[in-house]
């Protein structure tokens, strides 16, 4: 089984920052995307950032130049260093990760429990 914990979540300003990070644990073999969505109330979830084992970014059009994805593959961690943040980036945040257990299994997709981001003031 594969775990992936999220922290970091939390209310802030506009204009402000926020850091999200999860790390997976658990049985690991190898993990090729990471990524995180969210989900805001009464919205579908969507894809915010996502980052391969290479290092190759994508992002969602709406946070580029203010969200920076990485990723630490030794630790098997990832963030979320979000600025300038806004009203509408208000959501419930969940990390994904393609996480393979072992040499010939197949990748399957994991999920975190998701984090609230609140930005009011």
């Known amino acids: 089984q594969v775990q992936l914990v999220e922290s970091g979540g939390g209310l802030v300003q506009p204009g402000g920052s926020l850091r999200l990070s999860c790390a997976a644990s658990?049985?690991?073999?190898?993990?090729?995307?990471m990524g995180w969505y969210r989900q805001a109330p009464g919205k579908q979830r969507e894809l915010v950032a996502d980052i391969t084992s290479l290092g190759i970014r994508n992002y969602e059009d709406s946070v580029k130049g203010r969200f920076t994805i990485s990723r630490d593959n030794a630790k098997n961690t990832v963030s979320l260093q979000m600025n300038s943040l806004k009203p509408e980036d208000t959501a419930v945040y969940y990390c994904?990760?393609?996480?393979?257990?072992?040499?010939?299994?197949?990748?399957?997709?994991?999920w975190g429990q998701g984090t609230q981001v609140t930005v009011s003031s």
């Open positions: 658990g049985s690991i073999f190898s993990i090729n995307r």
């Open positions: 994904n990760a393609g996480v393979q257990s072992s040499l010939y299994r197949a990748f399957r997709d994991y």
